[in-house]
């Protein structure tokens, strides 16, 4: 049998859930390990070999500190395809948060000794240091479209992860929409669709985890809230979020930050 | 026959369907509205409720009293049950895993499962008339689905009439409600009339059903009629009352000549480009068709999914997205809907049911947007108008169109760096005509559109081009390897009016590929076509398709090589080639293939086939338009994102035809209003 695509799973600033969907794939687990070498992938064992080329490699985590930035090209320079998981590698993440602020500040109030703090002054998303060839969304990543990205990768296709809205989804699993029927405001219309409408589906508005999809009017969207009695702080908020720092919701959320 | 049934009688004719085998489908509350879905019987329906509308915002409310269809309408209808947002077309077995590339395919299966009939209860006027619309999209002919068909013949339709139109209804513009006509489609038809219903039968299902209440349907009287009529009267003549109409009077025509009016930019900052009234319209039908090949199962399937105008998916092919902007995209469900739609079945694609409006999170309201451009159409300009041509009936084929037969590969020919001709052999008799294609597929990767660039005994010549994934994937066969054939679809080069003309070809790189077949059928038959020049430019001589054979053709050119000396004597072929660059050495001439137009004179009363990049098409119409050559003596192929190839994906549309099945093959008025134009 000829040798397996070697898969490669490394973490930059994150938390580790996206690492766990690849784990969460219980049933599958064994199909994908026949059908690729899991060379290093340190939330499941620690046997690992970081070294080496990757036919297939997925990054979780966001660009945070000078070293990250180094292991990062590093990771990139022994890849075949590289593809960013989560919203920590594709748009910052939570802790991008800090880019709104002075991040020296930030460092002196949590730690005891600043000293020993080496960061950068802004967190960003992997695509802005190194060629990402595919962006898998969301906090964390949805499991199907995994399984979907490690299967499309093999045989050599674009995976079938539509770049559509919150909203289809809705509506192809039949959910009632939130804003309409209940008057939530809810990102849907303008996020990127995978979580398969997680948070409609219990009453509760998209908030916007998965980034912004292409040609995210986020605009229309935010002036329509604000008719509806959301305040600008609360748009604020609302667009400052998992993926604050994705440029559509980045720019959203400063048009009302006074 | 009709009778009068008590709220007792209703319940009990239900439970009566439920045991006639079929799966009761009826509106229900669920998450806070009332929704279209799988009911247990008349205590699920929304008894008491009502249902209140504003664009962008809709509420329940309790009537106070013990009405069961005393709401309007739900966010999505029996579309849901009868092209479902996701259903799988085919089961394809796969062969092994391959070091490289996808799996090819070794069987097909067809995947329909008959399951229960669907009994739909409570549907409206405006529903039935959308169920009309969607019965032409999918069994119009000349391609029936089969599965939309099966679920459309066998369900029982319980209609009821409106007497109290919703507040965002507007079917009396539409001439589609409020009240059931007599002659619609339904088993039978209910008005609510206080406590009890007036029950029309429309079938022999029906009549049974009604037979078998026994001493519960009681015999309906004169008083129940006209309470009937004065209900649905009054329902009309408080629907005509109303501000929010849609005048469909000449609106194709309207809405194609402002195809630049600034309201759809205006339209742009406030639309969403979520999908969500495509997705509650009950005639929209616009899908996907996907693989899914999870990695250790032993088939994949074909599976198709509601997809909507509003996606970037939606208008793209490798390489280019024609409907990059939101301000194309709400056109193109606009002018779809209101327009081409016209065209395409003979009808409007609106019913007037008011769910765009409901269910747009921020309620634009598409009657105001058509009033709008109504109120301050824009001046007519240069523009050369859209042909909105009439609808045509086409007699059905018989079969399944999206399933596949397993064809073989016979051989590789390699033509240009990534450019292999495959040679396949189809299972049984299969004829087409120059000009038209294949869909061609593997499991993994799925299927794309190839042009037949001949055919040569039984088996198919297709030439490819290595540019996506599924077309790479193909290039990558080997003879005896098997992969997925559909078709042939598509109209094809007008041979036969082109008898006794002398004909002109231009062709820009692969562009040659879709002419060959009917190249080669003029060259082979000097007596009808006594005059054929080719025009052919490609980037470089190394980038030359075909390159010995289309030189044979000519036997003015001395270095002709290698083939088919029966040609070299016919000698009615003249080939002129031109490359945009090349090396030194080459001898022939440089430069696009408009300038090599204007260095061989043409004449204006020759007939002109036209293919390549759109851009090349496009310079080449605009210098035959500079020697007087008339639009209905030029036809060229088109190409956009074909997926169904049946016209029933919705994804290829261009203007107010589909590229699968109204082209690839045009003639070139049919078209001229629409090429070069942004969003199309």
């Known amino acids: 049998m000829a040798a397996r695509p070697r898969l490669g799973v490394f973490k930059l600033a994150s938390c580790d859930g996206c690492q766990l969907t690849l784990l969460d794939l219980e049933d599958e687990l064994l199909a994908i390990a026949a059908a690729v070498d899991i060379v290093h992938f340190p939330e499941a064992s620690s046997d690992m070999d970081p070294h080496g080329r990757f036919d297939l490699t997925l990054v979780e985590g966001s660009v945070s500190t000078p070293a990250q930035l180094d292991e990062l090209r590093a990771i990139r320079a022994q890849s075949r395809t590289l593809v960013a998981i989560g919203a920590c590698a594709t748009a910052g993440g939570v802790q991008a948060l800090r ?160 | 026959m009709s009778a009068r049934l008590t709220h007792d009688g209703f319940r009990r004719l239900l439970e009566q369907v439920r045991e006639a085998g079929y799966a009761l489908v009826g509106p229900t509350i669920s998450d806070g509205a009332i929704v279209y879905g799988p009911i247990a019987g008349a205590d699920d329906l929304p008894i008491g409720w009502t249902d209140e509308q504003a664009p962008g915002r809709y509420r329940l409310r309790e009537r106070g009293d013990r009405a069961h269809f005393g709401y309007v309408l739900g966010p999505q209808g029996p579309r849901r049950q009868l092209t479902p947002p996701v259903e799988t077309l085919v089961r394809i077995r796969l062969g092994p895993r391959r070091e490289q590339g996808p799996r090819t395919p070794e069987g097909v299966e067809a995947a329909d499962e008959d399951g229960e009939p669907l009994a739909l209860i409570g549907l409206r006027a405006c529903e039935l008339a959308a169920m009309a619309v969607q019965d032409a999209v999918w069994t119009g002919g000349p391609f029936v689905d089969p599965r939309y068909a099966r679920r459309r013949e066998r369900a029982l339709i319980i209609a009821v009439d409106c007497l109290e139109p919703g507040e965002l209804c507007f079917c009396v513009s539409t001439n589609t409600g409020p009240g059931v006509e007599a002659g619609a489609s339904f088993d039978l038809r209910l008005t609510e009339l206080g406590e009890e219903f007036l029950v029309e039968v429309g079938s022999e299902r029906g009549q049974a059903l009604i037979d078998g209440l026994g001493e519960l349907a009681e015999p309906s009287t004169a008083q129940l009629f006209a309470a009937r009529t004065q209900g649905v009267l009054a329902a009309a003549m408080e629907l005509h009352g109303r501000e929010r109409q849609l005048d469909l009077d000449g609106l194709p025509e309207l809405l194609f000549a402002n195809l630049d009016h600034p309201r759809w930019d205006e339209l742009a900052a406030r639309c969403l480009s979520c999908g969500s009234c495509t997705l509650v319209c009950p005639t929209c039908f616009c899908h996907r068709v996907e693989e899914r090949a999870p990695l250790d199962a032993p088939t994949s399937e074909r599976v198709r999914h509601w997809d909507s105008c509003f996606t970037d998916e939606h208008s793209r092919i490798h390489g280019a997205q024609f409907r990059p902007q939101i301000r194309e995209r709400y056109r193109q469900w606009m002018t779809h809907k209101l327009g081409a739609w016209v065209s395409q079945f003979g009808t409007s694609g609106c019913v007037g ?225 031109t490359v945009d660059g090349a090396a030194p050495g ?89 090429l070069g134009r942004e969003g199309f």
């Open chain 1, 99 to 258: 880019n709104f602020a002075d991040h020296r500040e930030y460092v002196r109030a949590v730690y005891a000794t600043p000293a020993y703090i080496e960061t950068l002054a802004q967190v960003t998303p992997i695509a802005a240091h190194v060629r990402v060839d595919f962006e898998l969304r969301g906090c964390p990543i949805d499991k199907g479209q995994l399984l979907e990205l490690i299967s499309a990768t093999l045989v050599g296709r674009r995976p079938d992860i539509a770049d559509e809205s919150v909203c289809m989804a809705c509506k192809r699993a039949g959910q009632v929409c939130v804003t309409v029927a209940h008057g939530q405001p809810c990102l849907g219309p303008v996020t990127h669709a995978g979580c398969g409408a997680l948070c409609p589906r219990f009453s509760r508005g998209c908030f916007g985890c998965y980034g912004p999809r292409e040609r995210a009017n986020t605009e229309a969207l935010a002036d329509h809230m604000q008719a509806e009695g959301v305040s600008a702080a609360s748009l604020v908020r609302r667009f400052r979020l998992f993926t604050g720092w994705s440029e559509a919701f980045r720019a959203e959320s400063e048009r009302h930050d006074d």
């Open chain 2, 353 to 577: 049911c008011g769910r765009c409006i409901a269910w747009c999170p921020v309620g634009i309201d598409i009657t105001e947007e058509v009033a709008a451009i109504r109120a301050a159409p824009v001046a007519p300009d240069d523009a050369e108008p859209v042909a909105l041509p009439p609808a045509t009936t086409v007699p059905a084929l018989a079969g399944d169109p999206m399933h596949p037969q397993l064809a073989r590969v016979v051989s590789v020919r390699e033509e240009l760096r990534e450019v292999v001709t495959l040679a396949v052999e189809p299972v049984g008799v299969f004829s087409h005509a120059p000009g038209q294609f294949n869909m061609l597929g593997l499991p993994d990767v799925g299927e794309v559109p190839i042009s037949i660039s001949g055919q040569a005994g039984g088996e198919l010549l297709h030439t490819i081009r290595a540019v996506g994934a599924a077309s790479r994937a193909l290039v990558a066969l080997e003879a005896g390897d098997r992969l997925t054939l559909r078709g042939p679809f598509g109209s094809a080069w007008p041979l036969a009016e082109l008898r006794g003309h002398n004909v002109v070809v231009i062709a820009g790189g692969l562009g040659l590929a879709p002419l060959r077949g009917a190249l080669r059928e003029m060259v082979a038959h000097p007596e009808r076509y006594p005059s054929v020049r080719l025009l052919y430019g490609a980037r470089s001589p190394e980038e030359l398709l075909f390159a010995d054979e289309i030189l044979s053709w000519d036997r003015s050119i001395r270095f002709a090589p290698t083939t088919a000396p029966a040609v070299l004597e016919s000698g009615h072929v003249k080939v002129h080639v």
């Open chain 2, 586 to 674: 080459w001898t022939g001439h440089v430069g696009v293939v408009t300038k090599l137009m204007r260095r061989k004179p043409l004449s204006a009363h020759a007939r002109y086939l036209v293919c390549g990049p759109e851009i090349m098409i496009r310079f080449v119409l605009r210098e035959l338009e500079t020697i007087g050559v008339a639009q209905d003596q030029v036809w060229l192929s088109m190409e956009r994102n074909m997926k169904c190839a049946v016209g029933m994906c919705g994804r290829c549309q261009y203007g107010p035809h589909f590229i699968c099945k109204d082209g690839p093959v045009f003639r070139w008025d049919a078209i001229a209003g629409l």
